[in-house]
């Protein structure tokens, strides 16, 4: 569905992105993991328009994607739920709702939706006249979710997504995940929580110093021996 073919992003001089190509297969959670700074975000970014990648292919169902803006790309069916959440602070629940559907002309059917975020979290709802800047670290991050979804995306990015959350909050995040994709969203997940990614991804890609160095389902990521050790605490024994 969504097809990433050899990649190049830079910032200057400095190449992030060094030919990456991967796939996220329609209907599936993949994961990308990797330590901290070897591209993971910039590819996000390189997906959602935010940054123009050097060279490569970014391609929808087919539509090459790369070269369009941010708009266009959300207009196609991808919407982006940013690292750290990035909620529109001094707007309210519901305003931020309501901006993450600023491209749709149907009324009726956002204010459908936004009954229906309503539903799936009802602390939003609880909520809804609320500043989001004034909720707390836990209910954040579910506004982000459900203002991407009021876009209707086709394929849902996510960043890091459990980033410096409690665990009872992770594991209701990835509750959440699970249930999207349970609902038929396609998700493409960047995540250093490699013990719950685990519990719902598909598909696994690793990526250090801006190239994917793995590949692999759930099960081979498990059994490789350098990855145990690097993110699911593996020690080795003998």
């Known amino acids: 569905m969504l097809d990433v073919s050899d990649l190049v992003a830079a910032y200057g001089k400095i190449e992030a992105l060094k030919g990456v190509t991967l796939q996220a297969e329609r209907g599936r959670i993949t994961c990308l993991l990797g330590p901290n700074g070897a591209g993971k ?3 996000m970014m390189s997906i959602a328009g935010i940054l123009n990648p050097k ?4 391609k ?8 369009l803006t941010p708009a266009r790309i959300v207009a ?11 909620v529109f602070p001094r707007m309210s629940v519901r305003e931020n709702l309501l ?3 600023y491209q749709r002309k149907d009324k009726a059917g956002v204010a459908a939706d936004v009954e229906r975020m309503y539903e799936r979290f ?4 609880e909520r809804r006249e609320q500043l989001a800047g004034t909720l707390s670290g836990g209910e954040q991050p579910m506004l982000a979710v459900a203002r991407a979804l009021m876009s209707r995306p086709r394929v849902l990015l996510m960043d890091e997504p459990s980033l410096g959350l409690a665990p009872l909050v992770v594991a209701e ?3 959440i995940v699970a249930e999207l994709n349970g609902d038929g969203t396609t998700i493409f ?3 250093q929580n490699a013990h719950m990614a685990l519990q719902v991804a598909h598909h696994f890609y690793l990526m250090e110093q801006g190239r994917v160095t793995f590949s692999g389902t759930p099960g081979q990521l498990a059994e490789d021996e350098v990855i145990q050790r690097a993110y699911l605490g593996a020690r080795r024994t003998g």
């Open 41 to 43: 975000t910039t590819l």
């Open 60 to 67: 929808l169902e087919g539509t090459e994607l790369t070269g």
């Open 99 to 101: 901006a993450g559907a």
């Open 173 to 175: 995040i990835f509750r």
């Open 76 to 86: 196609h069916g991808v919407a982006l739920v940013p690292e750290n959440r990035l």
């Open 189 to 191: 997940l960047v995540e």
């Open 122 to 125: 009802p602390r939003l709802r």
């Open 55 to 58: 060279r490569g292919s970014i």
